[in-house]
Protein backbone atom coordinates (compact mmCIF):
# COMPACT_ATOMS: atom_id res chain seq x y z
CA UNK A 1 0.00 0.00 0.00
CA UNK A 2 2.71 2.34 1.11
CA UNK A 3 4.89 1.62 -1.74
CA UNK A 4 1.95 2.58 -4.46
CA UNK A 5 1.03 5.91 -2.28
CA UNK A 6 5.28 6.39 -2.68
CA UNK A 7 5.19 5.67 -6.59
CA UNK A 8 1.92 8.17 -7.32
CA UNK A 9 3.75 10.68 -5.10
CA UNK A 10 6.59 10.19 -6.99
CA UNK A 11 5.15 10.55 -10.17
CA UNK A 12 3.07 13.50 -9.09
CA UNK A 13 6.28 15.35 -8.30
CA UNK A 14 8.18 14.69 -11.39
CA UNK A 15 5.76 15.59 -13.68
CA UNK A 16 6.07 19.29 -13.47
CA UNK A 17 9.80 19.27 -14.22
CA UNK A 18 8.92 16.57 -17.05
CA UNK A 19 5.98 18.15 -18.47
CA UNK A 20 7.87 21.91 -18.97
CA UNK A 21 10.80 20.30 -20.56
CA UNK A 22 8.92 18.62 -23.10
CA UNK A 23 6.88 21.91 -23.82
CA UNK A 24 10.04 24.00 -23.96
CA UNK A 25 11.65 21.00 -26.10
CA UNK A 26 8.72 20.07 -28.42
CA UNK A 27 7.21 23.74 -29.12
CA UNK A 28 9.81 25.88 -30.19
CA UNK A 29 11.75 23.10 -32.38
CA UNK A 30 7.64 22.34 -33.90
CA UNK A 31 7.61 26.24 -34.77
CA UNK A 32 11.13 26.09 -36.12
CA UNK A 33 10.29 23.46 -38.55
CA UNK A 34 6.65 25.14 -39.28
CA UNK A 35 8.54 28.40 -40.49
CA UNK A 36 11.29 26.65 -42.07
CA UNK A 37 8.66 25.50 -44.79
CA UNK A 38 7.22 29.32 -45.37
CA UNK A 39 8.54 32.65 -46.96
CA UNK A 40 8.34 34.29 -43.92
CA UNK A 41 9.81 37.63 -44.10
CA UNK A 42 9.17 40.09 -40.94
CA UNK A 43 10.26 42.88 -43.53
CA UNK A 44 7.45 41.75 -45.50
CA UNK A 45 4.66 40.58 -42.70
CA UNK A 46 0.96 39.25 -44.35
CA UNK A 47 3.34 37.37 -47.39
CA UNK A 48 4.19 33.93 -45.50
CA UNK A 49 3.40 31.39 -48.07
CA UNK A 50 4.15 28.04 -47.96
CA UNK A 51 7.35 26.88 -50.26
CA UNK A 52 7.89 23.38 -49.45
CA UNK A 53 11.82 22.85 -49.05
CA UNK A 54 12.90 25.92 -50.99
CA UNK A 55 14.00 27.07 -47.76
CA UNK A 56 16.43 24.74 -46.56
CA UNK A 57 17.65 24.62 -50.76
CA UNK A 58 18.44 28.73 -50.47
CA UNK A 59 20.08 27.67 -47.16
CA UNK A 60 22.33 24.88 -47.86
CA UNK A 61 23.68 26.35 -51.23
CA UNK A 62 23.75 29.59 -50.12
CA UNK A 63 27.72 30.59 -50.36
CA UNK A 64 27.57 32.27 -46.52
CA UNK A 65 26.48 28.58 -45.94
CA UNK A 66 29.67 26.70 -46.61
CA UNK A 67 31.33 29.71 -45.57
CA UNK A 68 30.14 29.19 -42.06
CA UNK A 69 30.63 25.55 -41.87
CA UNK A 70 34.10 25.90 -42.58
CA UNK A 71 34.42 28.60 -39.95
CA UNK A 72 32.41 26.55 -37.40
CA UNK A 73 34.52 22.83 -37.83
CA UNK A 74 38.02 24.86 -38.14
CA UNK A 75 36.56 27.00 -34.84
CA UNK A 76 35.81 23.66 -32.77
CA UNK A 77 38.26 21.47 -34.38
CA UNK A 78 41.35 24.09 -33.61
CA UNK A 79 39.73 24.93 -29.94
CA UNK A 80 39.62 21.00 -28.63
CA UNK A 81 43.00 20.37 -30.16
CA UNK A 82 44.73 23.45 -28.55
CA UNK A 83 42.34 22.85 -24.76
CA UNK A 84 43.63 19.19 -24.98
CA UNK A 85 47.06 19.38 -25.89
CA UNK A 86 47.68 22.47 -23.32
CA UNK A 87 45.49 21.03 -20.88
CA UNK A 88 47.03 17.14 -20.80
CA UNK A 89 50.50 19.13 -19.56
CA UNK A 90 48.83 21.87 -17.40
CA UNK A 91 46.99 19.51 -15.62
CA UNK A 92 49.97 16.73 -15.07
CA UNK A 93 51.91 19.91 -14.32
CA UNK A 94 49.12 20.47 -11.17
CA UNK A 95 49.34 17.50 -10.34
CA UNK A 96 52.72 17.10 -9.00
CA UNK A 97 53.73 18.60 -6.25
CA UNK A 98 53.56 22.19 -6.25
CA UNK A 99 53.95 24.27 -3.39
CA UNK A 100 50.55 26.76 -3.20
CA UNK A 101 48.86 24.23 -5.54
CA UNK A 102 44.88 25.62 -4.69
CA UNK A 103 46.19 29.41 -5.44
CA UNK A 104 47.39 27.92 -8.69
CA UNK A 105 44.47 26.42 -9.52
CA UNK A 106 42.60 29.76 -8.64
CA UNK A 107 45.09 31.04 -10.74
CA UNK A 108 43.85 27.95 -13.76
CA UNK A 109 40.37 27.88 -13.19
CA UNK A 110 39.62 31.88 -13.13
CA UNK A 111 38.94 32.78 -17.08
CA UNK A 112 36.56 30.01 -17.06
CA UNK A 113 34.15 32.38 -14.38
CA UNK A 114 34.54 35.46 -17.01
CA UNK A 115 31.45 36.50 -19.06
CA UNK A 116 32.01 35.87 -22.67
CA UNK A 117 31.45 39.63 -23.60
CA UNK A 118 34.11 40.75 -20.69
CA UNK A 119 36.72 38.50 -22.63
CA UNK A 120 35.98 39.42 -25.36
CA UNK A 121 36.26 42.29 -25.38
CA UNK A 122 39.44 42.38 -22.85
CA UNK A 123 40.95 40.32 -24.97
CA UNK A 124 40.14 43.02 -28.52
CA UNK A 125 41.01 45.78 -26.83
CA UNK A 126 43.63 45.44 -24.32
CA UNK A 127 45.30 42.66 -25.27
CA UNK A 128 45.14 42.72 -29.28
CA UNK A 129 44.95 45.96 -30.35
CA UNK A 130 47.22 46.44 -33.31
CA UNK A 131 48.56 50.08 -31.76
CA UNK A 132 47.85 49.47 -28.25
CA UNK A 133 47.38 46.34 -26.91
CA UNK A 134 50.06 44.73 -25.09
CA UNK A 135 50.59 42.33 -27.42
CA UNK A 136 51.58 44.96 -30.06
CA UNK A 137 54.09 46.37 -27.40
CA UNK A 138 55.84 43.46 -26.55
CA UNK A 139 55.82 42.56 -30.64
CA UNK A 140 57.76 45.58 -30.71
CA UNK A 141 60.23 44.91 -27.83
CA UNK A 142 61.29 42.09 -29.84
CA UNK A 143 61.54 44.28 -33.15
CA UNK A 144 58.51 42.41 -34.79
CA UNK A 145 55.72 44.33 -36.58
CA UNK A 146 52.64 44.26 -34.83
CA UNK A 147 49.75 41.76 -36.04
CA UNK A 148 46.61 43.28 -36.41
CA UNK A 149 44.62 40.36 -35.00
CA UNK A 150 41.38 41.19 -36.08
CA UNK A 151 41.98 42.10 -39.93
CA UNK A 152 44.53 39.93 -40.50
CA UNK A 153 44.05 36.77 -38.94
CA UNK A 154 40.41 37.05 -37.61
CA UNK A 155 38.99 33.84 -36.99
CA UNK A 156 42.45 32.71 -35.27
CA UNK A 157 42.08 35.50 -33.26
CA UNK A 158 38.52 34.29 -31.76
CA UNK A 159 40.28 30.95 -31.84
CA UNK A 160 42.86 32.08 -28.97
CA UNK A 161 39.77 33.73 -27.33
CA UNK A 162 37.89 30.81 -27.17
CA UNK A 163 40.63 28.39 -25.91
CA UNK A 164 41.22 30.72 -23.16
CA UNK A 165 38.32 30.44 -21.86
CA UNK A 166 37.77 26.44 -22.08
CA UNK A 167 41.60 25.38 -21.39
CA UNK A 168 40.37 25.86 -17.69
CA UNK A 169 36.85 23.19 -18.13
CA UNK A 170 39.69 20.75 -19.88
CA UNK A 171 42.52 21.17 -17.24
CA UNK A 172 40.26 20.86 -14.38
CA UNK A 173 38.40 17.82 -15.74
CA UNK A 174 41.98 15.92 -16.42
CA UNK A 175 43.29 16.73 -13.29
CA UNK A 176 40.34 15.90 -11.09
CA UNK A 177 40.68 12.50 -13.33
CA UNK A 178 44.73 12.58 -12.32
CA UNK A 179 43.65 12.84 -8.67
CA UNK A 180 41.56 9.58 -9.12
CA UNK A 181 44.45 7.73 -10.48
CA UNK A 182 45.66 4.94 -8.46
CA UNK A 183 48.98 5.96 -6.89
CA UNK A 184 50.20 2.42 -6.56
CA UNK A 185 49.80 1.70 -9.88
CA UNK A 186 52.18 4.28 -10.77
CA UNK A 187 54.45 3.43 -8.06
CA UNK A 188 54.62 -0.37 -9.11
CA UNK A 189 55.63 0.89 -12.62
CA UNK A 190 58.46 2.82 -11.38
CA UNK A 191 59.06 0.24 -9.28
CA UNK A 192 59.62 -2.02 -12.08
CA UNK A 193 61.88 0.86 -14.09
CA UNK A 194 59.47 2.37 -16.34
CA UNK A 195 60.66 5.27 -17.61
CA UNK A 196 58.73 8.50 -17.28
CA UNK A 197 57.55 8.63 -20.57
CA UNK A 198 56.43 4.79 -20.42
CA UNK A 199 54.03 5.80 -17.62
CA UNK A 200 52.46 8.29 -18.95
CA UNK A 201 51.74 6.71 -22.20
CA UNK A 202 51.18 2.72 -20.41
CA UNK A 203 49.22 3.78 -17.61
CA UNK A 204 48.06 7.86 -17.61
CA UNK A 205 47.25 8.22 -20.99
CA UNK A 206 44.99 5.23 -21.15
CA UNK A 207 43.32 5.90 -17.67
CA UNK A 208 42.48 10.13 -19.26
CA UNK A 209 40.77 8.36 -22.31
CA UNK A 210 37.42 8.36 -20.83
CA UNK A 211 37.87 12.17 -19.08
CA UNK A 212 39.26 13.34 -22.47
CA UNK A 213 35.99 12.35 -24.39
CA UNK A 214 33.65 13.75 -22.42
CA UNK A 215 36.05 17.16 -22.39
CA UNK A 216 35.55 16.63 -26.33
CA UNK A 217 32.12 15.77 -26.28
CA UNK A 218 30.70 18.94 -23.73
CA UNK A 219 33.21 21.11 -25.24
CA UNK A 220 31.55 20.69 -28.65
CA UNK A 221 28.09 20.94 -27.44
CA UNK A 222 29.17 24.74 -26.35
CA UNK A 223 31.44 25.58 -29.15
CA UNK A 224 29.55 24.56 -31.84
CA UNK A 225 27.08 27.68 -30.66
CA UNK A 226 29.85 29.70 -29.92
CA UNK A 227 28.12 33.39 -30.42
CA UNK A 228 29.17 36.20 -27.85
CA UNK A 229 32.87 36.38 -28.72
CA UNK A 230 31.92 36.81 -32.01
CA UNK A 231 29.08 39.27 -31.55
CA UNK A 232 31.21 41.94 -29.56
CA UNK A 233 34.95 41.72 -31.26
CA UNK A 234 34.32 41.44 -35.54
CA UNK A 235 30.08 41.05 -35.87
CA UNK A 236 30.98 37.69 -38.09
CA UNK A 237 33.74 39.67 -40.39
CA UNK A 238 35.76 41.01 -42.39
CA UNK A 239 33.73 39.43 -44.86
CA UNK A 240 32.41 36.26 -43.59
CA UNK A 241 35.55 34.84 -42.15
CA UNK A 242 34.88 34.72 -38.64
CA UNK A 243 30.64 34.04 -39.28
CA UNK A 244 30.02 30.46 -37.86
CA UNK A 245 26.68 28.49 -38.05
CA UNK A 246 24.96 30.04 -35.20
CA UNK A 247 25.92 33.30 -36.32
CA UNK A 248 24.94 33.04 -39.60
CA UNK A 249 21.64 32.45 -38.25
CA UNK A 250 21.13 34.97 -35.91
CA UNK A 251 21.90 37.55 -38.44
CA UNK A 252 19.72 36.05 -41.02
CA UNK A 253 16.78 35.69 -38.71
CA UNK A 254 17.65 39.56 -36.73
CA UNK A 255 19.42 41.42 -38.94
CA UNK A 256 17.55 39.81 -42.46
CA UNK A 257 14.49 39.47 -40.81
CA UNK A 258 14.23 36.40 -42.94
CA UNK A 259 12.34 33.65 -40.32
CA UNK A 260 11.99 31.12 -43.11
CA UNK A 261 15.86 30.87 -43.96
CA UNK A 262 17.30 30.99 -40.67
CA UNK A 263 14.32 28.60 -39.00
CA UNK A 264 16.12 25.87 -41.71
CA UNK A 265 19.53 26.72 -40.65
CA UNK A 266 18.45 26.47 -37.11
CA UNK A 267 17.22 22.65 -38.01
CA UNK A 268 20.60 22.05 -39.78
CA UNK A 269 22.10 23.23 -36.47
CA UNK A 270 19.89 21.02 -34.61
CA UNK A 271 20.77 18.03 -36.65
CA UNK A 272 24.36 18.80 -36.07
CA UNK A 273 24.39 19.01 -32.75
CA UNK A 274 22.30 15.75 -32.24
CA UNK A 275 25.29 13.99 -33.70
CA UNK A 276 27.71 14.88 -31.24
CA UNK A 277 25.15 14.82 -28.16
CA UNK A 278 24.22 11.09 -29.31
CA UNK A 279 27.69 9.78 -28.58
CA UNK A 280 27.49 12.21 -25.46
CA UNK A 281 24.12 10.81 -24.19
CA UNK A 282 26.06 6.90 -24.66
CA UNK A 283 28.56 7.97 -22.32
CA UNK A 284 26.94 9.26 -19.68
CA UNK A 285 24.07 6.42 -19.97
CA UNK A 286 26.76 4.01 -20.09
CA UNK A 287 27.98 5.47 -16.51
CA UNK A 288 24.61 5.49 -15.08
CA UNK A 289 24.50 2.03 -14.96
CA UNK A 290 27.91 1.48 -13.52
CA UNK B 1 70.17 11.92 -2.95
CA UNK B 2 66.67 10.53 -3.25
CA UNK B 3 65.93 13.78 -0.89
CA UNK B 4 67.72 16.05 -2.91
CA UNK B 5 66.14 15.35 -5.95
CA UNK B 6 62.83 15.58 -4.79
CA UNK B 7 63.70 18.88 -3.55
CA UNK B 8 64.50 20.05 -6.78
CA UNK B 9 61.48 18.56 -8.22
CA UNK B 10 59.55 20.36 -6.18
CA UNK B 11 60.26 23.70 -6.98
CA UNK B 12 60.76 23.08 -10.68
CA UNK B 13 57.14 22.15 -10.83
CA UNK B 14 56.41 24.66 -8.22
CA UNK B 15 57.72 27.42 -10.67
CA UNK B 16 56.82 26.17 -13.77
CA UNK B 17 53.06 25.76 -12.22
CA UNK B 18 52.89 29.49 -10.85
CA UNK B 19 54.44 30.55 -14.14
CA UNK B 20 51.60 29.37 -16.45
CA UNK B 21 49.01 29.59 -13.64
CA UNK B 22 50.16 33.51 -13.71
CA UNK B 23 49.94 33.75 -17.48
CA UNK B 24 46.27 32.21 -17.68
CA UNK B 25 45.34 35.05 -15.33
CA UNK B 26 47.17 37.49 -16.76
CA UNK B 27 44.29 39.41 -19.14
CA UNK B 28 42.17 39.30 -15.85
CA UNK B 29 44.63 40.71 -13.83
CA UNK B 30 45.59 43.39 -16.53
CA UNK B 31 42.05 44.34 -16.93
CA UNK B 32 41.86 45.08 -12.89
CA UNK B 33 44.98 47.45 -13.08
CA UNK B 34 43.53 49.10 -16.32
CA UNK B 35 40.31 50.14 -14.26
CA UNK B 36 42.41 52.22 -11.78
CA UNK B 37 44.14 53.89 -14.97
CA UNK B 38 42.93 56.97 -16.31
CA UNK B 39 41.75 56.39 -20.18
CA UNK B 40 45.35 58.10 -21.30
CA UNK B 41 47.02 55.92 -19.39
CA UNK B 42 45.05 52.68 -20.53
CA UNK B 43 46.01 53.26 -23.74
CA UNK B 44 49.85 54.48 -22.92
CA UNK B 45 52.44 52.48 -25.29
CA UNK B 46 54.71 51.73 -23.60
CA UNK B 47 52.15 50.45 -20.58
CA UNK B 48 52.89 51.03 -17.60
CA UNK B 49 52.23 47.70 -14.87
CA UNK B 50 52.05 49.53 -11.48
CA UNK B 51 53.52 52.87 -11.26
CA UNK B 52 50.80 54.93 -12.98
CA UNK B 53 48.35 57.45 -11.41
CA UNK B 54 46.08 55.01 -9.34
CA UNK B 55 42.44 56.18 -9.49
CA UNK B 56 38.80 55.13 -8.57
CA UNK B 57 37.34 57.31 -10.69
CA UNK B 58 36.31 55.17 -13.28
CA UNK B 59 33.93 53.14 -11.21
CA UNK B 60 32.39 56.06 -10.21
CA UNK B 61 31.79 57.31 -14.21
CA UNK B 62 30.76 54.00 -14.83
CA UNK B 63 27.66 54.53 -12.78
CA UNK B 64 26.67 58.05 -13.29
CA UNK B 65 27.27 57.61 -17.33
CA UNK B 66 25.46 54.32 -17.87
CA UNK B 67 23.62 53.63 -14.71
CA UNK B 68 25.51 50.38 -13.54
CA UNK B 69 23.56 49.35 -10.57
CA UNK B 70 20.49 49.09 -12.98
CA UNK B 71 22.33 46.63 -15.30
CA UNK B 72 23.90 44.71 -11.79
CA UNK B 73 20.53 44.63 -10.23
CA UNK B 74 19.07 42.78 -13.91
CA UNK B 75 21.74 40.49 -13.34
CA UNK B 76 20.76 39.23 -9.92
CA UNK B 77 17.46 39.40 -10.60
CA UNK B 78 17.99 37.14 -14.05
CA UNK B 79 20.63 34.58 -12.22
CA UNK B 80 19.18 34.54 -8.80
CA UNK B 81 14.92 34.20 -10.50
CA UNK B 82 16.01 31.54 -12.74
CA UNK B 83 18.03 29.56 -10.46
CA UNK B 84 15.35 29.55 -7.49
CA UNK B 85 12.97 28.62 -9.48
CA UNK B 86 14.89 26.24 -11.40
CA UNK B 87 15.67 24.41 -7.88
CA UNK B 88 11.68 24.63 -7.54
CA UNK B 89 10.86 22.60 -10.22
CA UNK B 90 13.78 20.29 -10.16
CA UNK B 91 14.27 19.59 -6.18
CA UNK B 92 11.00 17.57 -6.40
CA UNK B 93 11.93 15.48 -9.56
CA UNK B 94 15.22 14.73 -8.41
CA UNK B 95 14.14 13.64 -5.47
CA UNK B 96 11.72 11.47 -6.68
CA UNK B 97 14.19 9.51 -9.64
CA UNK B 98 16.33 9.31 -6.67
CA UNK B 99 14.45 7.55 -4.33
CA UNK B 100 12.03 6.03 -6.38
CA UNK B 101 13.36 5.10 -9.64
CA UNK B 102 11.38 2.65 -11.98
CA UNK B 103 11.91 1.41 -14.88
CA UNK B 104 11.84 4.41 -16.84
CA UNK B 105 13.85 6.51 -14.97
CA UNK B 106 17.22 6.15 -16.49
CA UNK B 107 15.42 7.00 -19.87
CA UNK B 108 13.76 10.12 -18.40
CA UNK B 109 17.42 11.39 -16.85
CA UNK B 110 18.74 11.02 -20.30
CA UNK B 111 16.20 12.62 -22.41
CA UNK B 112 16.38 15.37 -19.79
CA UNK B 113 20.14 15.73 -20.96
CA UNK B 114 19.52 15.82 -24.71
CA UNK B 115 17.48 18.75 -24.11
CA UNK B 116 20.17 20.13 -23.13
CA UNK B 117 22.22 19.51 -26.06
CA UNK B 118 19.98 21.49 -28.55
CA UNK B 119 21.63 24.34 -29.87
CA UNK B 120 19.39 27.76 -28.72
CA UNK B 121 20.36 28.90 -31.82
CA UNK B 122 18.11 26.26 -33.48
CA UNK B 123 15.08 27.48 -31.66
CA UNK B 124 16.11 31.65 -31.76
CA UNK B 125 13.74 32.29 -34.29
CA UNK B 126 10.51 31.49 -32.68
CA UNK B 127 11.07 31.91 -29.13
CA UNK B 128 12.13 35.70 -30.69
CA UNK B 129 8.65 35.35 -32.39
CA UNK B 130 7.01 34.20 -29.33
CA UNK B 131 8.60 37.24 -27.05
CA UNK B 132 7.66 39.86 -29.25
CA UNK B 133 4.09 38.56 -29.58
CA UNK B 134 3.45 38.51 -25.76
CA UNK B 135 5.87 41.86 -25.19
CA UNK B 136 8.37 39.72 -23.10
CA UNK B 137 11.24 40.90 -25.71
CA UNK B 138 13.37 43.22 -23.08
CA UNK B 139 11.72 42.06 -19.93
CA UNK B 140 13.67 40.81 -17.19
CA UNK B 141 10.86 37.83 -16.50
CA UNK B 142 11.28 36.98 -20.22
CA UNK B 143 14.84 35.99 -19.65
CA UNK B 144 14.25 34.33 -16.03
CA UNK B 145 12.13 32.07 -17.82
CA UNK B 146 14.70 31.19 -20.91
CA UNK B 147 17.11 30.48 -18.31
CA UNK B 148 15.11 28.94 -15.82
CA UNK B 149 14.35 26.24 -18.32
CA UNK B 150 17.82 26.23 -20.44
CA UNK B 151 19.47 25.21 -17.01
CA UNK B 152 16.77 23.06 -15.37
CA UNK B 153 18.13 19.60 -17.14
CA UNK B 154 21.78 20.60 -15.36
CA UNK B 155 20.02 21.42 -12.38
CA UNK B 156 17.76 17.75 -12.23
CA UNK B 157 20.96 16.03 -13.37
CA UNK B 158 23.16 17.59 -10.33
CA UNK B 159 20.46 17.28 -7.85
CA UNK B 160 20.08 13.81 -8.93
CA UNK B 161 23.46 12.41 -8.60
CA UNK B 162 24.03 14.27 -5.07
CA UNK B 163 20.77 12.36 -3.74
CA UNK B 164 21.33 9.32 -5.11
CA UNK B 165 24.56 9.53 -2.52
CA UNK B 166 22.13 9.77 0.19
CA UNK B 167 22.52 6.20 1.81
CA UNK B 168 18.89 4.67 1.41
CA UNK B 169 19.40 2.11 4.63
CA UNK B 170 18.77 5.57 6.68
CA UNK B 171 15.58 6.01 5.02
CA UNK B 172 14.59 2.77 5.47
CA UNK B 173 15.24 2.89 9.30
CA UNK B 174 13.00 6.42 8.91
CA UNK B 175 10.37 4.90 7.51
CA UNK B 176 10.20 1.78 9.90
CA UNK B 177 10.17 3.88 12.69
CA UNK B 178 7.08 5.29 11.82
CA UNK B 179 8.26 8.61 9.53
CA UNK B 180 5.91 10.18 7.03
CA UNK B 181 7.03 11.56 3.66
CA UNK B 182 7.00 14.98 5.02
CA UNK B 183 8.65 13.96 7.89
CA UNK B 184 11.15 12.00 6.16
CA UNK B 185 11.98 14.76 3.76
CA UNK B 186 12.12 17.69 6.30
CA UNK B 187 14.43 15.68 8.65
CA UNK B 188 16.11 12.91 7.27
CA UNK B 189 16.68 14.17 3.78
CA UNK B 190 16.85 17.78 3.89
CA UNK B 191 20.01 17.97 6.31
CA UNK B 192 21.90 15.64 4.05
CA UNK B 193 20.66 16.77 0.65
CA UNK B 194 22.06 21.01 1.82
CA UNK B 195 25.42 20.55 0.73
CA UNK B 196 24.63 18.90 -3.14
CA UNK B 197 21.49 21.63 -2.63
CA UNK B 198 24.35 24.70 -2.21
CA UNK B 199 26.85 23.97 -4.83
CA UNK B 200 23.81 23.13 -7.16
CA UNK B 201 23.13 26.80 -6.32
CA UNK B 202 26.24 28.10 -6.88
CA UNK B 203 27.03 26.44 -10.26
CA UNK B 204 23.78 27.80 -11.91
CA UNK B 205 24.01 31.34 -10.38
CA UNK B 206 27.53 31.57 -12.20
CA UNK B 207 25.73 29.79 -15.55
CA UNK B 208 23.09 32.35 -15.74
CA UNK B 209 25.19 35.02 -14.49
CA UNK B 210 27.70 34.91 -17.59
CA UNK B 211 24.80 33.17 -19.96
CA UNK B 212 25.42 35.26 -23.23
CA UNK B 213 23.15 34.15 -26.05
CA UNK B 214 19.55 34.41 -24.75
CA UNK B 215 21.02 37.38 -22.42
CA UNK B 216 22.28 39.47 -25.75
CA UNK B 217 19.20 38.59 -28.26
CA UNK B 218 16.28 38.95 -25.95
CA UNK B 219 17.45 42.40 -23.63
CA UNK B 220 18.26 45.89 -25.03
CA UNK B 221 18.31 48.24 -22.56
CA UNK B 222 15.57 48.00 -19.58
CA UNK B 223 15.86 44.33 -18.28
CA UNK B 224 19.79 44.36 -19.74
CA UNK B 225 22.05 42.29 -17.52
CA UNK B 226 25.69 42.99 -17.41
CA UNK B 227 26.57 40.88 -20.14
CA UNK B 228 24.16 42.73 -22.76
CA UNK B 229 25.66 46.09 -20.84
CA UNK B 230 29.37 45.25 -21.46
CA UNK B 231 28.67 43.85 -24.89
CA UNK B 232 27.60 47.83 -25.37
CA UNK B 233 31.27 48.56 -25.07
CA UNK B 234 31.98 47.18 -28.26
CA UNK B 235 30.45 49.97 -30.13
CA UNK B 236 33.53 52.24 -31.71
CA UNK B 237 32.24 55.36 -30.01
CA UNK B 238 32.12 53.68 -26.91
CA UNK B 239 35.95 52.65 -26.82
CA UNK B 240 36.87 53.52 -23.28
CA UNK B 241 39.02 51.01 -21.81
CA UNK B 242 39.53 52.36 -18.14
CA UNK B 243 36.03 52.61 -17.94
CA UNK B 244 35.02 49.42 -19.97
CA UNK B 245 38.05 47.45 -17.65
CA UNK B 246 36.31 48.86 -14.30
CA UNK B 247 32.44 47.54 -15.59
CA UNK B 248 33.86 44.88 -16.50
CA UNK B 249 35.66 43.87 -13.55
CA UNK B 250 32.75 44.96 -10.97
CA UNK B 251 31.04 42.56 -13.65
CA UNK B 252 32.99 39.79 -12.68
CA UNK B 253 33.89 40.15 -9.47
CA UNK B 254 31.13 38.14 -7.32
CA UNK B 255 30.99 35.42 -9.66
CA UNK B 256 34.51 35.01 -9.58
CA UNK B 257 34.28 34.60 -5.58
CA UNK B 258 31.41 32.36 -6.16
CA UNK B 259 33.16 30.20 -8.55
CA UNK B 260 36.73 29.48 -6.98
CA UNK B 261 34.09 28.48 -4.16
CA UNK B 262 32.58 26.07 -6.35
CA UNK B 263 35.47 24.35 -8.57
CA UNK B 264 34.82 20.87 -7.76
CA UNK B 265 30.69 21.02 -8.45
CA UNK B 266 31.76 22.98 -11.65
CA UNK B 267 33.81 19.43 -12.65
CA UNK B 268 30.68 16.88 -11.63
CA UNK B 269 27.86 19.31 -12.66
CA UNK B 270 28.90 20.40 -16.03
CA UNK B 271 29.70 16.73 -16.72
CA UNK B 272 26.77 14.81 -15.72
CA UNK B 273 28.40 12.78 -13.08
CA UNK B 274 30.87 11.15 -15.82
CA UNK B 275 33.45 12.79 -14.41
CA UNK B 276 33.75 12.89 -10.07
Redesign the interface.
Known sequence: M?TRQ??L???S??T???G??FI??I???A??IY?STLHYSLLDPGSESFVGLENFRYFLTDPAFLASLQNTLVLVGSVLALTILLGIP?AL??D??????N?????????????????????????MHP??G?F??LA?LFGLTPIDWFNDVPLFAVILIVT?QW???AT??LL??LQ?LDEEQKEAAEMDGASAVSTFIYITLPHLA??IT?VIL?ET?FL??V??EI???TGGGPGLQTTN??FL??AQ??IQFD?GS??AG??V??V???I??FF??R???R???A | MARMATTRRVAISTAAAWLFGFLIFFPILWMGLASFKTELEAFAIPPSFLFFHWTTENYATVQERSDYLHHAMNSIIIAGGSTLIALLIAIPAAWSMAFSPTKRTKDILLWMLSTKMMPPVGVLVPIYLIYKTFGLLDSRIGLVLILCLGNLPIVIWMLFTYFKEIPRDILEAARMDGATIGRELVYVLTPMAIPGLASTLLLNLILAWNEAFWTLNLSTSSAAPLTTFIASYSSPEGLFWAKLSAASTLAIAPILVLGWFSQKQLVRGLTFGAVK
Open positions: ATQLARLLPAVLLWMVPLLTFLLMQPVIGRFVRLMVIAPFFVMPTVSALVWKNLLVSLAWSWLPFLITASRPVIILTFAFVTIAIYALVASGLAVIANVALVIVGNLE
